[in-house]
């Protein structure tokens, strides 16, 4: 009697398991059909806002991609017949009302082309991320891909740039030029220094050598005349010759002597000029 019972107790605890395992399995096969149903899935749909205005009246094109998904399908349905009627009648033409407003709070397409570009591009993602939402629809992640300036203020800006890198070379080498130029002038000046100074000395050696010359002369002039006197007193007193011997070699060593003192003089006080 209790093998019985145990036998049913334990049918009907493996029934109650078998039942729980295939409604847990229909349930989340349930899950799985509703997660790959296409309007449950994750949307992306690009889109390309044409003449989007800023302040100063310059048109722009932004490409836009926005990422979004149905979290009530029954309240979507309700409203739109498919996916492509949210994107044509909603996501779109809200996108463009919204990029317009943003756009004409930026007065200057210079500033949104340079310095306020990324203000520029953060100021409508987080627009467009607050207002393309609907009930029953979240808004994923919104991708700016591309900012569409006008081609001739585009072309207007290369050339602008282009201009302005030419003059910036121009002002380098001019500097390079000034710099080079003042180097040039040093150099001749210093190269002239160096050319005065040796022409000045010698001018200085020549004076020098012309000295030394008069004073070469003026020696043999002096031994010519000296030699003239001998000759002249061996004529006029030949007989006088042995006694006046020693005198006149005492006398002849003399004016040697005072002759090389004279130009010893003459050439010190040349050294020292």
Not at 87 to 100: F, G, H, Q, T
Not at 116 to 139: C, H, T
Not at 144 to 158: H, I, R, W
Request: charged share 30%; aromatic share 4%.
């Amino acid at each position: 009697m209790k093998n019985r019972i145990a036998k049913s107790t334990g049918l009907l605890i493996l029934c109650c398991l078998l039942s729980f395992v295939a409604c847990k399995q229909q349930e989340e096969e349930v899950v799985l059909e509703e997660e790959l149903s296409p309007i449950l899935m994750v949307q992306v749909k690009q889109h390309l806002l044409e003449d989007i205005r800023l302040g100063d009246g310059v048109p722009l094109n932004l490409d836009v991609s926005i990422r979004w998904r149905v979290t009530d399908e029954d309240n979507f349905t309700q409203q739109f017949n498919s996916i492509n009627a949210f994107n044509e009648l909603i996501l779109r033409p809200r996108a463009l009302e919204l990029s317009k407003m943003v756009s004409n709070e930026f007065t200057s397409i210079d500033s949104v082309f340079s310095t306020q570009r990324n203000d520029y591009i953060d100021a409508i993602k987080g627009s467009l991320e607050e207002g393309l939402g609907e009930p029953g629809v979240s808004i994923n992640e919104i991708i700016l891909a591309d900012v569409g300036f006008p081609p001739s203020y585009t072309k207007a800006m290369e050339q602008a740039s282009l201009k302005q890198r030419e003059l910036e070379r121009i002002r380098l080498q001019n500097i390079v030029d000034v710099e080079q130029s003042a180097a040039d002038k040093l150099k001749a000046e210093a190269q002239s220094k160096v050319a005065i100074a040796q022409a000045e000395a010698n001018g200085r050696l020549q004076m020098i050598n012309a000295k030394m010359e008069e004073s070469r002369r003026k020696s043999e002039l002096a031994k010519a005349e000296t030699q003239t006197q001998v000759e002249k007193l061996k004529v006029a007193a030949e007989a006088e010759k042995r006694k006046l011997m020693a005198r006149a070699e005492l006398e002849k060593q003399q004016d040697l002597k005072d002759l090389e003192i004279q130009r010893q003089r003459e050439l010190n006080q040349l050294v020292i000029e």
